[in-house]
């Protein structure tokens, strides 16, 4: 069996650990003192490759935790580069750790029922 995920589902993810990283994320993961290279591998809008599994992100502006710039938006993008199938719910949801709030879940339920691993 393949360790590889069929899916991916990410709320307000940390997504690299360069430029605009969550500083707390970043220093539990790296240290101090981070080489590039290591920043570059563990930053998984570099990782992106025609084997990454299609994607549901959710993330709002109004997340002052962990900023959308540099975290949902250039996965997203990287997701598109490659042709991965991506839903990006973005706007003006709420505060990071918002939860299950119907400003996203109805369009995430849609996505699984589109993506087939959810019936209505």
Same mark, same amino acid.
């Given at each position: 069996?393949? %360790?590889?995920?069929d ?5 307000y ?13 970043r @220093?539990?993961?790296?240290?101090? +003192? %981070?080489?590039?290279?290591?920043t570059?591998?563990?930053?998984? +809008?570099?990782q992106? @490759?025609?084997k990454? *599994?299609?994607?549901?992100v959710m993330?709002? #502006?109004?997340?002052?935790? #962990? ?9 997203v993008?990287?997701?598109k580069?490659k042709?991965i *199938?991506? +839903?990006?719910v ?5 505060p990071?750790?918002?939860?299950m ?5 109805p369009q ?13």
């Amino acid at each position: 069996f393949s %360790a590889r995920p069929d899916l991916q589902i990410l709320c307000y993810p940390v997504i690299t650990m360069g430029e605009g990283a969550h500083a707390g994320s970043r @220093t539990n993961l790296l240290g101090d +003192e %981070a080489s590039q290279d290591l920043t570059d591998q563990l930053s998984s +809008e570099k990782q992106v @490759t025609d084997k990454t *599994p299609p994607a549901f992100v959710m993330h709002s #502006v109004d997340d002052q935790a #962990v900023l959308i710039g540099p975290n949902s938006d250039a996965y997203v993008d990287a997701l598109k580069a490659k042709n991965i *199938p991506v +839903e990006y719910v973005s706007g003006a949801l709420g505060p990071h750790g918002v939860g299950m709030k119907d400003s996203w879940t109805p369009q995430l339920l849609q996505w699984l029922i589109k993506m087939g691993y959810a019936t209505k």
